[in-house]
């Protein structure tokens, strides 16, 4: 569909062609910006027959669980140009344990860590590299605490462009480190937290016209959109009745909620789905600003195990507040006892996440038992993240040695600690047998 960019803010809405380089509003100075399409009419029975006959081609694009739904994507006539690793394609998985945990009589995950890069920042880096493609730009950067780097590294790589990440110095997991490096980026590793060096690097972009590829970039949360549209065609287009998700700079909470909106308003759907968005403690801005509206506060030096969403000033939270306005949603903080638990029960249903991501299952047993969500709702929770971006976090929570940012042990109540036994079989048989 034809599209351009529009700000943000209600007040203002100014519009801009579809091809500046642009993220914050010109014309007001500080609004957002969002794609918004020019035409008001879709097919929605001829798509939705459309996108599920693609998923038996051979295409390129088709083969894609971004670039199948490309009709509500801002890419008309750019198709040539698409920068794509097969990202999407992700699986609804029904998990009866974590389900029972949580209080649910039922619950699905939907696991984005089957994506290229293991992370749900796949879906949205395909598309922020293509219009880096379509802007001719030869320079691409992001600030990451991990999955963000890992993902535009590679698809950078794949684009022939040059990638810079930077990331807080001494406060990123070595799994998710290790495929930047990987996958080429130029790595600088910046004495300062995620915020301040977002601040930073915006200023370097515009002074050295490197396109910028953190979720402030609308054309990220374009392609995150596509969790939404592949999620629903998964389930027959018939939509939860909630759809859980962890929160750290909100980008896919503002995705999640423009895709409804943009389904509901072309036909696909008829009812929208509430999203519950949860925030680790240390780490709860959004929560925060929801419970006691007023003016937004940010947490200068944000504190969590869940380094995927250890944001104290999320950038997409006005967005974010109208995606949980108009869906009737709901925000939740959860502890860092209360992750690591879920965490070992998402692994008990033979489903591995990172730490971020066992944030939904903590916070759908706090809201079950708040009588917020109820047992035999419909209830679809979206995993962010692969268990191998966290590795070192796994192991120590299984062996006890789990600590949180102040130092504090961290309760293996689910561990399962390796056992050294001697090289004799009558030792072994004898333990296995107890």
């Known amino acids: 569909m034809l599209a351009e960019l529009a700000c943000f803010e209600q007040h203002c809405r100014a ?3 579809i091809d500046e380089a642009i993220y914050n509003c010109p014309t007001c100075g500080t ?17 939705k027959q459309l996108w599920r006959s693609r998923r038996t081609s051979n295409d390129t694009l088709e083969q894609s669980g971004v670039w199948r739904y490309r009709e509500l994507l801002p890419f008309d006539g750019h198709h040539h140009q698409v920068v794509t690793l097969r990202e999407g394609n992700t699986p609804m998985l029904d998990a009866p344990r974590a389900a029972r945990y949580g209080g649910l009589d039922h619950l699905t995950f939907k696991h984005q860590g089957f994506n ?3 992370s749900f920042k796949d879906n949205g880096m395909t598309c922020g590299v293509t219009q880096a493609v379509r802007l001719d730009r030869q320079r691409v950067a992001c600030v990451s605490t991990g999955n963000t780097s890992a993902s535009m590294a590679a698809y950078a790589s794949a684009a022939g462009l040059d990638s810079i990440v ?10 998710k480190l290790a495929q930047a490096l990987e996958y080429g980026a130029r790595t600088l590793q910046v004495e300062a ?4 060096i977002l601040a930073l690097v915006r200023v370097l972009a515009e002074r050295l016209g490197i396109y910028l590829l953190n979720s402030i970039n609308p054309f990220r949360i374009e392609g995150q959109k596509a969790i939404i549209f592949e999620m629903l065609d998964q389930r027959d287009w018939n939509p939860p009745d909630w759809i859980v998700l962890p929160g750290g700079n909100l980008g896919n909470t503002s995705a999640f909620g423009k895709a409804l909106r943009e389904l509901c308003q072309f036909g696909f759907i008829r009812k929208l789905p509430r999203l519950a968005v949860i925030q680790a403690e240390g780490a709860a801005p959004f929560y925060e600003f929801m419970q006691k ?3 937004f506060r940010s947490i200068p030096e944000p504190r969590t195990l869940a380094t995927a969403i250890r944001i104290g000033d999320p950038v997409s939270w006005p ?11 709901i925000v939740e903080k959860v502890s860092e006892q209360e992750i690591a638990d879920a965490k070992a029960i998402i692994g008990q249903c033979g489903i591995g996440s990172e730490p971020a991501s066992a944030a939904t299952l ?6 079950t038992q708040a009588g917020v969500i109820q047992a035999d709702q419909d209830v679809v929770a979206v995993l962010t993240g692969n268990v191998l971006k966290d590795p070192d976090y796994v192991y120590k929570y299984h062996t006890g040695q789990l600590q949180d940012p102040d130092g504090r042990a961290i309760d293996a109540r689910l561990g399962n600690r390796p056992v050294v036994v001697p090289n004799d079989a009558d030792a072994i048989a004898k333990i296995l047998e107890g």
């Open 193 to 196: 937290n995620f915020d301040q």
């Open 116 to 118: 290229p890069t293991g």
């Open 362 to 367: 903590a916070g759908i047993r706090k809201l």
């Open 31 to 47: 609004g957002l910006l969002e794609v918004v399409f020019t035409e008001e009419r879709a097919d929605a029975p001829a798509w």
């Open 15 to 17: 519009r801009f062609p």
């Open 319 to 329: 967005k974010a507040l109208h995606e949980i306005t108009v869906t009737n949603g």
């Open 166 to 175: 930077f990331i807080p110095h001494g406060n990123i997991s070595y799994g």
């Open 293 to 295: 509206k007023g003016k």
